[in-house]
């Protein structure tokens, strides 16, 4: 019986030949991240220890991307206590004005495929789309991280989503995870890798397999992963790297098959991931905020998609809307190719690289019984700001049709106009 791209890099990273699900190894830690909400908490575990030099500071990347620059005194004293150990021990950095979405300058300027990745934020997850194993783990697992470069595994199943066909205009990536997550559940794929394959998945772009990757962690995943193809090696760079894909007899614990052109654009409701239902079934709800950016749908792809359909129009008075650039190479092109200028004339604001909004933490925290429309990840009861306001998660192309009419709107009467 042969391994799946999962079981591969772990086994190789363990130094074993073949590993099952159910097996408990320790994996030489390829790369290894914080950013500044975790990093803090992972050097205080240190200090108590007493010993703070991480193993081979090359594999460490500190990067600020949830509150920057600094809303606060208390921010700004935790982004230099990163600052200061970056500085001592020679560590990646990625400070104000290098910073971005922590997940997507690891996909563009770190991950590749066949590493073993570890970060300290739960959507580490994304990184599998580059055909790496990459997972999120606690601070203090990641002191652990900093000082030995291992850490142990369960080594989990699989389940094989296979996509099928080609999507629909109007129709992207963000609906393709949201559909899935609403047949899964939020614990549907508990502690399993979730292995997205198929003809489907192939003539997906790597922003697009980095957004359903993004959401694994949202049906209770342990990761997502795609194999690396051309479009992987492409975009990460990779001449050298060792390209891991599963085996045709590999073992699944299930497959389940999504055909792409039958899906719609989704929303998924509040207050729960797996709340989702087609946008077309509840259209009309009133928005007073809408979100475009994260790491989920802060790519050039995600700007592009929005951009086409603001396009000419205008943000509905009364509405707000807040778009992100990912990172600074996203704003950049997003820049050279119009996209700020067309956000900007239709009455948006757009802001630095940063999560912005999404945890709460700033640039747009929603008040008591405000409805906030949003390309992120998470829509619980308080995510992004009072816990009297309201989430909608939906997909680039959803939010802006939403942006422009000032209500949930399904986008593609916009798409095909």
């Keep these: 019986m042969g391994m799946t791209i999962a079981e591969k890099i772990l086994a190789r990273a363990s130094g074993k030949s073949k590993v099952e699900p159910g097996d408990y190894v320790v994996g030489k830690i390829d790369l290894a991240m914080v950013h500044d909400l975790t990093g803090p908490l992972t050097l205080n575990v240190l200090k108590e220890i007493g010993y703070d030099r991480p193993w081979d500071p090359r594999k460490i990347v500190i990067i600020l991307d949830h509150q920057v620059p600094a809303n606060s005194t208390v921010t700004a004293s935790l982004h230099q206590q990163l600052r200061e150990y970056a500085n001592k021990y020679g560590t990646n950095f990625h400070d104000v004005g290098r910073q971005g979405v922590c997940h997507q300058i690891l996909a563009e300027s770190y991950v590749k495929p066949g590493m073993l990745v570890v970060g300290a934020d739960s959507h580490t997850?994304?990184?599998?789309?580059?055909?790496?194993?990459?997972?999120?783990?606690?601070?203090?697992?990641?002191?652990?991280?900093?000082?030995t470069g291992e850490l142990w595994f369960r080594v989990p199943e699989t389940i094989r989503f296979e996509l099928k066909g080609t999507l629909k205009q109007g129709v992207s990536a963000k609906d393709i995870i949201l559909y899935i997550i609403g047949k899964m559940g939020v614990d549907g794929a508990l502690y399993c890798a979730t292995e997205f394959t198929g003809e489907g998945v192939e003539r997906l772009s790597i922003d697009s397999r980095l957004t359903i990757c993004n959401m694994a962690i949202e049906m209770g995943g342990k990761t997502g992963i795609v194999n690396p193809d051309a479009k992987t090696l492409e975009y990460t760079k990779c001449d050298s790297c060792e390209i891991l894909r599963s085996d045709k007899d590999a073992e699944y614990q299930r497959t389940i098959e999504v055909v792409l052109e039958d899906l719609v654009p989704q929303v998924s409701l509040p207050h729960s991931v797996d709340n989702v239902k087609p946008v077309s079934e509840v259209e009309g709800i009133e928005v007073d905020q809408v979100f475009i950016g994260s790491c989920t749908n802060g790519r050039l792809e995600d700007l592009e998609a929005a951009a086409k359909i603001l396009h000419g129009r205008k943000v509905k008075e009364g509405t707000r809307l807040i778009v992100i650039p990912a990172s600074p190479s996203v704003y950049i092109e997003a820049e050279r190719r119009g996209y700020i200028k067309t956000f900007i004339e239709a009455g948006s604001v757009v802001c630095n690289p940063n999560c912005g909004p999404c945890l709460g933490g700033h640039m747009g925290i929603l008040a008591d019984g405000e409805v906030c429309v949003s390309t992120s990840n998470r829509n619980f009861i308080g995510r992004m700001g009072s816990p009297k306001s309201k989430v909608y998660l939906v997909s680039p192309e959803t939010a802006a049709a939403t942006a422009v009419e000032g209500k949930l709107t399904d986008p593609l009467k916009y798409v095909r106009s």
């Design 125 to 147: 997850c994304t990184l599998g789309a580059l055909g790496s194993f990459a997972t999120g783990i606690g601070s203090t697992e990641m002191a652990s991280v900093f000082l």
